[in-house]
């Protein structure tokens, strides 16, 4: 069962449209992150959210954490092919050390 | 530039070889991690170090062990390797004990067992 569920779990959409990745749980998290991976290379880090109701913005990219902390939501505007990879959404819960990670978003911006 | 680095990008090896597979990073950090990624699962944690010769275990360790003689390097090891373990093995490494640890993470091994 995963704790951490992002949807949709594949998006393809073309370049210049709006979209919205969610991330969502029924546990509370003391921070969760967003990472994005190309083809062929590890994830890196986009973002770390820790106060419920954060909103952080990065060039086109808005990430939102949930008031109660239980869910995270990505938004990129007038996406681009640069844009491209697989978006994962990582939690922390005050009991546990260890990140709990969501299965991931395969976006695809076509030209 | 921070890095860690996998050594081996990709591996072919049959079924019951013993497989290394290497991870370094030099950023002197204490924490290295490994993980298992499996589309449509996320990332899964098989074991992770909080200092030299130490390590515990993650959320699937069965069939791997691991070694951290040296801070910068931990080895993830699969004593006999079964078709199960085809997967991409992602090492990483982060700094301190804090709830927002970033983790920098290698490019990855991808591993083929036949």
């Known amino acids: 069962t995963q704790l951490l569920e992002q949807s949709p779990q594949f998006l393809s959409i073309q370049e210049g449209e709006n979209l919205t990745v969610y991330c969502n749980s029924s546990?509370?998290?003391?921070?969760l992150q967003w990472y994005r991976q190309e083809p062929g290379e590890g994830p890196v880090l986009l973002v770390t959210?820790?106060?419920g109701g954060e909103v952080k913005k990065l060039k086109r990219l808005t990430f939102q954490f949930g008031d109660a902390r239980k869910d995270s939501s990505l938004h990129i505007t007038a996406a681009q092919p640069g844009d491209t990879g697989l978006y994962l959404c990582?939690?922390?819960?005050?009991?546990?050390?260890?990140?709990?990670w969501g299965a991931g978003t395969k976006l695809i911006i076509k030209p | 530039d921070v890095k860690v680095t996998q050594s081996s990008r990709y591996l072919v090896k049959r079924t019951g070889e013993k497989v290394f597979l290497e991870c370094v990073q030099d950023m002197d950090h204490e924490n290295m991690f490994w993980y298992r990624q499996d589309p449509g699962l996320g990332l899964r944690l098989i074991y992770f170090?909080?200092?030299?010769?130490?390590?515990e275990k993650g959320d699937i360790p069965e069939g791997y062990s691991v070694s951290r003689e040296k801070k910068e390097r931990f080895s993830l090891i699969l004593e006999s390797a079964s078709t199960n373990q085809t997967s991409m093995y992602l090492c990483a490494s982060s700094f301190g004990y804090s709830g927002a640890n970033v983790l920098t993470f290698g490019a990855g091994s991808r591993l083929t067992v036949l």
């Open positions: 990582a939690g922390r819960m005050d009991s546990n050390y260890q990140l709990i």
């Open positions: 546990s509370v998290f003391s921070s």
């Open positions: 959210v820790v106060t």
């Open positions: 170090s909080y200092d030299v010769k130490m390590k």
